[in-house]
Every structure is written in structure tokens, then in C-alpha cells.
């Protein structure tokens, strides 16, 4: 099916509707969002003499809607600028406006009679042939399009996104009874090429896959803490991050969607699958129904599980409920011992075997909830889809989950999950056994860097499709690594590219990691073509390890301390300057160093989600590793006859002044860290790699040439230092910023200045240098530098001191 989608129209400007609509905008598709006429004329309206014939009254709900979500955070569009793709109206006066669109995507009201009455509206406007889906979350799609024409029937099937639809990957695709084939592979892979999300082709049944899955796994939970006598954030604790899921773990995610939510999910599943084996898993247990009694929905309504209030003192305090008492009491700590023989396993995988075997409350908790989970996915296939690894996908890309349920039984062991199942009164489906006695003893497994699944038609290891995209360096490491120390592993990703991937805590830049950069770039000069700096972790990187930096200069090592710095600059300068083409792949958190090694590389290829910056004020120093000479270097570069150059150098300045950090990788444009012409942006994130190593290999094979080094970047000297100087007098004077900021200002404003020059010259980059690494380790020596960073250390929060 070959087809472009141009424009698209989404009816229903609700949260949802408003949101998907941003992230068409986000991928550059022109959108048309379209809601129902006002019935009534609000104060304000009245006010204004205006009636209910007037645009702007007839207008009001959907540019309510929109203008709602866009100041909502966090953002639901990438730079505010794209909004502006984004074009409002109203079903009757603009409904014949989707004769002209590509797609038509339902995001209105979850009742099957109000979803039939605007079918029946768009029927009389649609063109044949174009795209028509719905946004459900539950409804069948079979109900949905009965009655309509077959081209319509043809051509209509559910795309359930999931809230928020920027940050959310799981798409869900479920075909009527009629829906063309064609029309299922376009979508599947229009999901996941141009709307970076996980695509999953489901089954008509109750909820899907995603919900009817994460459903249960929240309903069980509900249970369980009464059952085991646990309170709230004992069970947020044990469901967090060390099994891989968000920080709001699950009573705070739950305030945050909505308990209301939650239960018209629970209460359909319940309603609509009698046969379910875990039927009464999804009865409400009595709190929930008092929760949903006193309308203690979350976040929405000011109190759920959790509760903020303020203080005499002015001070806020956020509250638990007590789920014996129903009454809101001070948080308590919750601590377990077999969490604490986590601590030191990293990776989120190898954990689950020491959960499973905890002596205490937690190692019973982990024991029953995986035991219920194991047999419950196990019972779906085939029901909800007759492939494994689509629970996973869809259970990692709509909740959060690193590892799915079948990763983290493969994680504890088939058997050792049978045993589990057996232990809690529970049953595996047939085919569990039937895939061991067959010989099969996992249900993934890994093969010359493909991801092969149990297929349970076939009984035999089947290659998860889709994956000839990507590069999964999980899959890849062992058997194709060229070189490893504590630091970094770097791989051969094919014809001719090296990979570099931090392997440290939280990606941090280390000495390790700038050895393993330094013997990367050696190799691939020596014997390959070019060089990707990428991962596949939550974050590219967090910086540089400032806990190295915080113990030198306690002890007053400044000699070490220069060392260290020198070698991050010169690391830096020799991604810049080698023969070979050096690509940067950052995503989620890069800051500090992290960016600053993406400002030295040929091109960034950065995932859309990348929050970039140089972040270095917040403990107490300014970048070190060439980042404040590289913002001087591009302002310089951005200098242009009759500009008033002051100005432009103040903008790059004020970016690492204020520390300010993209909330999208386009953002970074507007802060100079990223540059147009040369910097991409890829939405899928699973692409990134396979991307960055094809931009590596065409700059190869198109003739790449060494750069030459720079000896013309232009300074202001003076005239720059002394409008800088006085913006941080004035700033301290109106307390805006502390002594120590001043500082910490000044001395980057002597070093983006070019130092004390008289008149502005052309200066070469190891110059900066030298003043960027002079100013470093001049604030390394201020207490109130090392209070930062010790509280940094300690915290994770910046200090103001």
C-alpha cells in the first residue's frame, strides 16, 4: 500500500484528542482538530455581546482544549512553533474539511452510540480510500463499524495511543472484521517509522493487550496489599524502579491517570470477560470502591492515594493513605532487606532471580505477584494474540516496563516460573509444558544479533520481525565486541563503523570512559571507517563524574585535577579532529559532559526525546571539557556583516549561564547545541543507532577529510567582559543570583570574552582551552564549589549557596 499522509484529522479535542493531534504536528503532518458547537454562550461571551453564530464562540471548546494541552506539562508537542500545523474547527461548520485529509482518527467520548452518530457524519464526507480509525480503549471494533459501506469497513480499523501520545510508545492496532490487510501493514509500520512508537497488531477482545494486561497487574496488586497487610508505599517501593518500572511505581501512577480511569477499565474487563479465569481479580476491592465514593480520584481531584497539604510553617507535605482507616497520615520509610542485596546489580534484568528468592515480606510479595502474573500472560496467547513477544512490547512501550513478563520469566527461569505458578494455587496454559518437553527452555534467545520468540503455532524459535531496522546492541555485544574495560564496550556494528557505549553508572565521564573514547577512535582510524558514540540505556549520559572531581579537589590534587581535565579537552578535541567521521547519538539526559561531547562530534544524530545541556553552574563550576570554548567558537562562527556581535555571543552565554537544558531534541536547535544542516533528529529511538552508523558510513564513503584545526574564532575581549560583568553586578544587585553565581559568571564571561583582550582578535581553540581549564580549577578550589557538588553527590538536587 503506498501511501503519504499530508494531512490528517482528529475529531475529539479532549486530552487525548489534543494530544494525539500534537504529535502529528510534532512529525511535521498538518493536522485538523475538529469538536462540537457550544450549546451555550459562557460569562465571558455574554460579556462581549458575542452570540452563538460567532467563529470564536463555535470555536471556543476545541481552542480551549488545545491551548489547554499545549500549556500543560510535560509538553505535549516538541517546540512550540509546531503548533502552529495545528488548525481548529467545529463538526458543523468544517466537517467537509476531511474530504481533503489523508487519515481520520476518533477521539471522542468512550460510548458506543455517540462514536455511531459521528461515523455516520463523517461517512457523508470522507473520501473512499481514506484511513478511518479509532482511539478506543476498550469498545470492540466489530460494533463499531457495523452498518457502514464496505470501502469504509475496508479501510477502518482501532489505533489505541496511550496517554500521553508524545512520551507513550505503545500504538495498538486492531483490526474489524472487515479491515484490509494492507491497510494493517501500513499502519504497523507508519507507527513505528514516523510516529517513533511501538507498533502492535492486536486482537478484537476487551481491552486489548496493553490494558487488559497492565489491568490486571494493577487489580492484583490491589488485592495483594490487603491480603499481605502492606501499606501503600511499601508497594510503590517493591514496584518502582528496581524491577524496572517508572518512579510513580503504582499507587502514584494510578493518581496520576485517574482512579476513575483505572476502574472504567477494570469494570469493562470484569463485565465483558466472564470466561476469564482471574474474573474476580478484577472486582474493585471495598477501598477502592470508598475511594471512588468520596471522589478521591488523584491528582485530578487534589487527593487519591497521596495527598499534598500545606503546613502551618507554609511548608508542603504530601500525605498516604491509610488503607485500614481510610484516613491520610505522614509518609512512612519502607525498607526491605532483599531490596538491599539489589543494590549493587545494575542491570534490571539480573535482579529478579534475588527478588524471587528474598527470605522476607518482599521476597513473598515478588513470589506471589510474579506466580499470578506468569500463569495470567500465559492464558492470554491465544486470545488476545497469538505471539508472545507483543504482551512484552506492548506492556514495555504503554506502561513503562523495561522487561515484559515473558523476559522476566525467562530472567527466573521457565521452571523456576512453573514453580511460582504452582506455589500461589495457579495453573500455566498448556503450552508452557508443552514448549519445555519440546526442548525449548526459554522463550527468547538470541542468534547471530537477531531476538528469535516461542512460537507457540509453529513450536519452534521464530525471528521477532521487524528488528532488520534496528541495531539492539544487547544483541550484539558479546559476539561482536572489539575492545572493553570498565568503562566502555566497543563494537563492530558492520561495514566499517565502530560503536562506543558507556558502560559506567548513569553513563557518567569517567577516566575509564575517556580511555575507552581515546582507544575507539584509535581503532577505528586504524582500521575502520568512522565512529558512532551511542547506547541503548535510559540516558546518553549524565556528565562528567563529579565525584572524581569533588575527592581531587578535597584532597587538593590540582596537579591530578588539571590532568584530568586536560585529557576530557583533549579527548574531546581528538573526536574533532580525527580522520575518520565521529557521530554522536544522545537521548533522555544529556548534560554536562554528555553534551558536551555531542558538540564536538561530525553530526549528532539525537532521538526526539533528548533533554540537552550544560548544566555545569548547578555544582559550582563551568564546562570543562571544551563546551564553554565550543559556545564561543559557535557564536563566533554565527557572527554575520552589520550584526551587533555582543548580542549574539550574550545568547550563548546565557545558555550555559542559566543552565538551561532542552525538552526536546529540536529545542537544542534554538539553544545553539544542536545546528541545522548538519544535526538530525530521529523520532523512533530504536533507530537511532542503525541511523547514526548509516550517517557514519556515508560520510566515510563520500570522501571524508580530516578537519583543519581552528585559529579563527573571534573574540571580543574587553568591550564583551565589561557588558558581562556589569549584567552580573546588576543581577546580584536585584538578588536574582548569590556572590558565588556572580562568580561562577564571571569567570565564564572572561573565558567566552577571549580573556582581557583590548580589542577583538582571532584566537585559536587550544586558547580557550586554556582559559576554559584556568577558570575550572579556580572554582574547584571555592568551598562553595565543593558544597555544591557535595550536595549534588548526596542528593542529586543543585544547591543555591
Same mark, same amino acid.
Given at each position: 500500500?503506498?501511501?503519504?499522509?499530508?494531512?490528517?484529522?482528529?475529531?475529539?479535542?479532549?486530552?487525548?484528542?489534543?494530544?494525539?493531534?500534537?504529535?502529528?504536528?510534532?512529525?511535521?503532518?498538518?493536522?485538523?482538530?475538529?469538536?462540537?458547537?457550544?450549546?451555550?454562550?459562557?460569562?465571558?461571551?455574554?460579556?462581549?455581546?458575542?452570540?452563538?453564530?460567532?467563529?470564536?464562540?463555535?470555536?471556543?471548546?476545541?481552542?480551549?482544549?488545545?491551548?489547554?494541552?499545549?500549556?500543560?506539562?510535560?509538553?505535549?508537542?516538541?517546540?512550540?512553533?509546531?503548533?502552529?500545523?495545528?488548525?481548529?474547527?467545529?463538526?458543523?461548520?468544517?466537517?467537509?474539511?476531511?474530504?481533503?485529509?489523508?487519515?481520520?482518527?476518533?477521539?471522542?467520548?468512550?460510548?458506543?452510540?455517540?462514536?455511531?452518530?459521528?461515523?455516520?457524519?463523517?461517512?457523508?464526507?470522507?473520501?473512499?480510500?481514506?484511513?478511518?480509525?479509532?482511539?478506543?480503549?476498550?469498545?470492540?471494533?466489530?460494533?463499531?463499524?457495523?452498518?457502514?459501506?464496505?470501502?469504509?469497513?475496508?479501510?477502518?480499523?482501532?489505533?489505541?495511543?496511550?496517554?500521553?501520545?508524545?512520551?507513550?510508545?505503545?500504538?495498538?492496532?486492531?483490526?474489524?472484521?472487515?479491515?484490509?490487510?494492507?491497510?494493517?501493514?501500513?499502519?504497523?509500520?507508519?507507527?513505528?517509522?514516523?510516529?517513533?512508537?511501538?507498533?502492535?497488531?492486536?486482537?478484537?477482545?476487551?481491552?486489548?493487550?496493553?490494558?487488559?494486561?497492565?489491568?490486571?497487574?494493577?487489580?492484583?496488586?490491589?488485592?495483594?496489599?490487603?491480603?499481605?497487610?502492606?501499606?501503600?508505599?511499601?508497594?510503590?517501593?517493591?514496584?518502582?524502579?528496581?524491577?524496572?518500572?517508572?518512579?510513580?511505581?503504582?499507587?502514584?501512577?494510578?493518581?496520576?491517570?485517574?482512579?476513575?480511569?483505572?476502574?472504567?477499565?477494570?469494570?469493562?474487563?470484569?463485565?465483558?470477560?466472564?470466561?476469564?479465569?482471574?474474573?474476580?481479580?478484577?472486582?474493585?476491592?471495598?477501598?477502592?470502591?470508598?475511594?471512588?465514593?468520596?471522589?478521591?480520584?488523584?491528582?485530578?481531584?487534589?487527593?487519591?492515594?497521596?495527598?499534598?497539604?500545606?503546613?502551618?510553617?507554609?511548608?508542603?507535605?504530601?500525605?498516604?493513605?491509610?488503607?485500614?482507616?481510610?484516613? &491520610?497520615?505522614? *509518609?512512612?520509610? @519502607?525498607? +526491605?532487606?532483599?531490596?538491599?542485596?539489589? =543494590? #549493587?546489580?545494575? $542491570? /534490571?534484568?539480573?535482579?529478579?532471580?534475588?527478588?524471587?528468592?528474598?527470605?522476607?515480606?518482599?521476597?513473598?510479595?515478588?513470589?506471589?505477584?510474579?506466580?499470578?502474573?506468569?500463569?495470567?500472560?500465559?492464558?492470554?496467547?491465544?486470545?488476545?494474540?497469538?505471539?508472545?513477544?507483543?504482551?512484552?512490547?506492548?506492556?514495555?512501550?504503554?506502561?513503562?516496563?523495561?522487561?515484559?513478563?515473558?523476559?522476566?520469566?525467562?530472567?527466573?527461569?521457565?521452571?523456576?516460573?512453573?514453580?511460582?505458578?504452582?506455589?500461589?494455587?495457579?495453573?500455566?496454559?498448556?503450552?508452557?509444558?508443552?514448549?519445555?518437553?519440546?526442548?525449548?527452555?526459554?522463550? &527468547?534467545?538470541? *542468534?547471530?544479533? @537477531?531476538? +528469535?520468540?516461542?512460537?507457540?503455532?509453529? =513450536? #519452534?524459535?521464530? $525471528? /521477532?520481525?521487524?528488528?532488520?531496522?534496528?541495531?539492539?546492541?544487547?544483541?550484539?555485544?558479546?559476539?561482536?565486541?572489539?575492545?572493553?574495560?570498565?568503562?566502555?564496550?566497543?563494537?563492530?556494528?558492520?561495514?566499517?563503523?565502530?560503536?562506543?557505549?558507556?558502560?559506567?553508572?548513569?553513563?557518567?565521564?569517567?577516566?575509564?570512559?575517556?580511555?575507552?573514547?581515546?582507544?575507539?577512535?584509535?581503532?577505528?582510524?586504524?582500521?575502520?571507517?568512522?565512529?558512532?558514540?551511542?547506547?541503548?540505556?535510559?540516558?546518553?549520559?549524565?556528565?562528567?563524574?563529579?565525584?572524581?572531581?569533588?575527592?581531587?579537589?578535597?584532597?587538593?590534587?590540582?596537579?591530578?585535577?588539571?590532568?584530568?581535565?586536560?585529557? +576530557?579537552?583533549?579527548?574531546?578535541?581528538?573526536?574533532?579532529?580525527?580522520?575518520?567521521?565521529?557521530?554522536?547519538?544522545?537521548?533522555?539526559?544529556?548534560?554536562?559532559?554528555?553534551?558536551?561531547?555531542?558538540?564536538?562530534?561530525?553530526?549528532?544524530?539525537?532521538?526526539?526525546?533528548?533533554?540537552?545541556?550544560?548544566?555545569?553552574?548547578?555544582?559550582?563550576?563551568?564546562?570543562?571539557?571544551?563546551?564553554?570554548?565550543?559556545?564561543?567558537?559557535?557564536?563566533?562562527?554565527?557572527?554575520?556583516?552589520?550584526?551587533?556581535?555582543?548580542?549574539?555571543?550574550?545568547?550563548?552565554?546565557?545558555?550555559?549561564?542559566?543552565?538551561?537544558?532542552?525538552?526536546?531534541?529540536?529545542?537544542?536547535?534554538?539553544?545553539?547545541?544542536?545546528?541545522?544542516?548538519?544535526?538530525?533528529?530521529?523520532?523512533?529511538?530504536?533507530?537511532?543507532?542503525?541511523?547514526?552508523?548509516?550517517?557514519?558510513?556515508?560520510?566515510?564513503?563520500?570522501?571524508?577529510?580530516?578537519?583543519?584545526?581552528?585559529?579563527?574564532?573571534?573574540?571580543?575581549?574587553?568591550?564583551?567582559?565589561?557588558?558581562?560583568?556589569?549584567?552580573?553586578?546588576?543581577?546580584?544587585?536585584?538578588?536574582?543570583?548569590?556572590?558565588?553565581?556572580?562568580?561562577?559568571?564571571?569567570?565564564?564571561?572572561?573565558?567566552?570574552?577571549?580573556?582581557?583582550?583590548?580589542?577583538?582578535?582571532?584566537?585559536?581553540?587550544?586558547?580557550?582551552?586554556?582559559?576554559?581549564?584556568?577558570?575550572?580549577?579556580?572554582?574547584?578550589?571555592?568551598?562553595?564549589?565543593?558544597?555544591?557538588?557535595?550536595?549534588?553527590?548526596?542528593?542529586?538536587?543543585?544547591?543555591?549557596?
Amino acid at each position: 500500500m503506498n501511501k503519504h499522509i499530508n494531512n490528517v484529522a482528529v475529531i475529539g479535542s479532549g486530552i487525548m484528542g489534543s494530544g494525539i493531534a500534537c504529535h502529528f504536528a510534532n512529525i511535521g503532518v498538518e493536522v485538523l482538530l475538529l469538536d462540537i458547537v457550544p450549546r451555550e454562550l459562557n460569562d465571558k461571551e455574554k460579556a462581549k455581546g458575542l452570540t452563538l453564530q460567532d467563529k470564536a464562540v463555535r470555536n471556543r471548546l476545541v481552542n480551549d482544549s488545545l491551548a489547554a494541552s499545549l500549556k500543560s506539562k510535560p509538553s505535549p508537542i516538541y517546540h512550540p512553533k509546531f503548533a502552529s500545523r495545528i488548525t481548529t474547527g467545529n463538526l458543523e461548520d468544517d466537517i467537509a474539511k476531511v474530504a481533503q485529509v489523508d487519515w481520520i482518527i476518533e477521539v471522542v467520548v468512550e460510548r458506543l452510540d455517540i462514536k455511531k452518530k459521528v461515523f455516520d457524519n463523517l461517512e457523508k464526507h470522507r473520501t473512499p480510500g481514506t484511513l478511518i480509525t479509532s482511539n478506543t480503549s476498550g469498545i470492540p471494533i466489530k460494533f463499531m463499524s457495523e452498518g457502514r459501506s464496505e470501502d469504509f469497513q475496508q479501510h477502518f480499523c482501532g489505533t489505541h495511543f496511550f496517554n500521553p501520545p508524545r512520551y507513550l510508545k505503545l500504538f495498538e492496532i486492531i483490526p474489524g472484521p472487515k479491515t484490509s490487510k494492507e491497510v494493517l501493514a501500513f499502519l504497523d509500520n507508519y507507527g513505528e517509522q514516523f510516529l517513533g512508537k511501538t507498533s502492535v497488531v492486536a486482537k478484537d477482545t476487551p481491552a486489548f493487550i496493553g490494558n487488559r494486561i497492565g489491568i490486571f497487574s494493577i487489580m492484583s496488586l490491589f488485592h495483594t496489599v490487603k491480603e499481605m497487610g502492606l501499606t501503600v508505599e511499601e508497594i510503590d517501593k517493591l514496584t518502582g524502579p528496581v524491577i524496572g518500572r517508572p518512579k510513580s511505581a503504582t499507587f502514584r501512577t494510578v493518581d496520576v491517570v485517574g482512579l476513575d480511569t483505572l476502574v472504567h477499565v477494570a469494570n469493562g474487563i470484569y463485565e465483558n470477560c466472564p470466561k476469564d479465569e482471574k474474573h474476580e481479580h478484577f472486582k474493585l476491592p471495598q477501598f477502592i470502591e470508598t475511594l471512588m465514593e468520596n471522589k478521591w480520584l488523584g491528582s485530578k481531584t487534589g487527593q487519591g492515594f497521596y495527598k499534598k497539604v500545606k503546613k502551618e510553617d507554609g511548608s508542603s507535605e504530601i500525605l498516604t493513605l491509610d488503607l485500614d482507616s481510610m484516613e &491520610y497520615r505522614s *509518609k512512612k520509610s @519502607a525498607k +526491605f532487606a532483599t531490596l538491599e542485596l539489589t =543494590k #549493587s546489580i545494575d $542491570k /534490571v534484568i539480573d535482579r529478579f532471580n534475588v527478588l524471587a528468592d528474598g527470605n522476607d515480606k518482599a521476597g513473598e510479595f515478588y513470589r506471589k505477584s510474579f506466580g499470578a502474573l506468569f500463569a495470567y500472560v500465559s492464558h492470554r496467547i491465544p486470545e488476545i494474540t497469538d505471539e508472545l513477544y507483543k504482551i512484552d512490547d506492548a506492556m514495555k512501550a504503554g506502561f513503562g516496563w523495561e522487561h515484559g513478563p515473558f523476559q522476566i520469566w525467562d530472567a527466573i527461569g521457565v521452571e523456576k516460573g512453573l514453580e511460582l505458578i504452582k506455589s500461589e494455587g495457579n495453573k500455566p496454559a498448556d503450552w508452557v509444558n508443552e514448549m519445555l518437553a519440546s526442548g525449548n527452555k526459554s522463550f &527468547y534467545s538470541v *542468534k547471530d544479533g @537477531a531476538t +528469535f520468540f516461542y512460537s507457540i503455532p509453529k =513450536k #519452534s524459535m521464530e $525471528k /521477532v520481525p521487524g528488528q532488520d531496522a534496528f541495531i539492539i546492541l544487547d544483541n550484539i555485544r558479546k559476539s561482536n565486541e572489539v575492545f572493553k574495560n570498565s568503562g566502555v564496550v566497543v563494537e563492530d556494528l558492520g561495514d566499517g563503523i565502530l560503536n562506543v557505549e558507556f558502560q559506567s553508572k548513569m553513563n557518567t565521564i569517567g577516566g575509564d570512559v575517556l580511555a575507552g573514547l581515546n582507544k575507539a577512535i584509535g581503532l577505528a582510524e586504524k582500521d575502520f571507517q568512522g565512529l558512532v558514540v551511542g547506547n541503548q540505556a535510559a540516558n546518553f549520559s549524565v556528565g562528567a563524574n563529579i565525584g572524581m572531581i569533588f575527592m581531587m579537589a578535597v584532597e587538593q590534587e590540582y596537579d591530578e585535577l588539571n590532568m584530568a581535565i586536560k585529557m +576530557f579537552q583533549d579527548t574531546m578535541m581528538r573526536m574533532r579532529y580525527s580522520s575518520i567521521p565521529t557521530v554522536s547519538a544522545p537521548h533522555g539526559m544529556t548534560l554536562g559532559g554528555g553534551c558536551e561531547l555531542s558538540l564536538h562530534a561530525d553530526k549528532v544524530v539525537a532521538a526526539a526525546e533528548t533533554y540537552i545541556g550544560l548544566v555545569e553552574f548547578g555544582v559550582g563550576v563551568i564546562p570543562g571539557g571544551g563546551g564553554s570554548k565550543e559556545m564561543a567558537l559557535r557564536a563566533s562562527d554565527t557572527f554575520r556583516k552589520n550584526d551587533v556581535e555582543l548580542n549574539v555571543l550574550q545568547e550563548y552565554f546565557l545558555t550555559i549561564g542559566m543552565a538551561k537544558v532542552s525538552t526536546s531534541a529540536y529545542e537544542a536547535y534554538d539553544l545553539g547545541i544542536l545546528q541545522h544542516g548538519k544535526d538530525i533528529v530521529v523520532v523512533n529511538k530504536d533507530r537511532q543507532i542503525a541511523t547514526a552508523k548509516a550517517h557514519a558510513k556515508l560520510m566515510a564513503e563520500a570522501g571524508y577529510t580530516k578537519p583543519i584545526k581552528r585559529k579563527d574564532v573571534k573574540v571580543l575581549g574587553k568591550q564583551a567582559l565589561g557588558m558581562f560583568l556589569v549584567g552580573t553586578d546588576s543581577m546580584e544587585a536585584g538578588k536574582y543570583i548569590s556572590e558565588h553565581d556572580k562568580k561562577i559568571a564571571n569567570k565564564l564571561a572572561y573565558v567566552m570574552a577571549g580573556g582581557d583582550l583590548s580589542e577583538a582578535s582571532l584566537v585559536t581553540e587550544q586558547y580557550l582551552l586554556d582559559l576554559e581549564r584556568e577558570a575550572f580549577l579556580s572554582l574547584c578550589t571555592e568551598k562553595k564549589t565543593l558544597e555544591r557538588i557535595q550536595h549534588m553527590l548526596k542528593t542529586g538536587k543543585p544547591l543555591r549557596n
